[in-house]
């Protein structure tokens, strides 16, 4: 079975620091993984997703992740946090097999930015 | 493009009654539509999968008679939580995929917060 560890259910960091957002993953195949993100009482939107082409992915907003196989990770990072990234942080995996790409989610990470 | 819609964004009932939540994929045709529960602080949890013209899969432990899903249509898939009771107060959300494939994007709604007395 699939499954996802976001390591630290809140984070809190500087405006302009790094924003390093820890994401452990288990599968039992070559996983498929996405990070989200989502505002107060809003629905997720998409920051990037990996799907077996480059280990580093490119996102929107600045952030990025990447795919590291022999640690099972798939932390996301951005190199300077912006008042606007404070947001609730999800990294999900999704199946291959038969059962219509169910995604498997993290606890999820409350990001806080400082001024 | 992918927008996905929900309707209501909040209800509010009494106990006992039912409540109907759509979703929609705006400019899109969702062959796979998802609908999670999250309770506040937490994360999603995947309620059951519909495809267009077929019967929803529910996850184990969600109540099939109590959570009907309708996926009428290639943008349509509505929710209906019958005889409602105050656990079944959550924010419910809804998500659409092209194909339903592992690599494919969900595109999520913003969510129906439904509040039972």
């Known amino acids: 079975a699939q499954s996802v560890t976001q390591l630290g259910s809140h984070v809190s960091v500087s405006e302009g620091a790094l924003v390093l957002l820890r994401c452990n993953y288990s599968?039992?195949?070559?996983?498929?993984l996405f990070w989200y993100v989502q505002y107060p009482n809003q629905g997720l939107q998409l920051l990037l997703k990996?799907?077996?082409?480059?280990?580093l992915v490119k996102g929107i907003n600045g952030f990025e992740a990447e795919f590291k196989k022999s640690e099972t990770s798939f932390h996301l990072t951005k190199p300077s946090a912006h008042m606007s990234d404070a947001a609730e942080y999800f990294c999900?995996?999704?199946?291959?097999?038969?059962?219509?790409?169910?995604?498997?989610f993290g606890q999820g990470t409350e990001l806080s930015v400082k001024p | 493009g992918a927008v996905v819609s929900q309707h209501p964004s909040w209800v509010i009932c009494k106990s006992g009654t039912s409540v109907k939540i759509e979703c929609r994929s705006l400019?899109?045709?969702?062959?796979?539509m998802f609908w999670y529960r999250q309770f506040p602080k937490q994360s999603l949890m995947l309620m059951a999968t519909?495809?267009?013209?077929?019967?929803?899969?529910?996850e184990q432990g969600v109540e099939k008679d109590k959570f009907l899903i309708n996926h009428a249509s290639l943008t349509l898939s509505t929710l209906t939580v019958t005889s409602a009771h105050p656990e079944d107060s959550s924010f419910y959300i809804c998500?659409?995929?092209?194909?339903?494939?592992?690599?494919?994007?969900?595109?999520f709604g913003p969510g129906t917060r439904l509040t039972v007395l």
């Open positions: 599968s039992s195949v070559p996983p498929y």
């Open positions: 990996y799907t077996s082409a480059a280990t």
């Open positions: 999900a995996v999704s199946d291959q097999g038969n059962q219509g790409g169910k995604l498997i």
């Open positions: 519909s495809n267009e013209g077929s019967k929803a899969t529910y």
């Open positions: 998500s659409a995929s092209l194909d339903g494939r592992g690599t494919d994007t969900q595109y």
């Open positions: 400019d899109f045709q969702a062959t796979t």
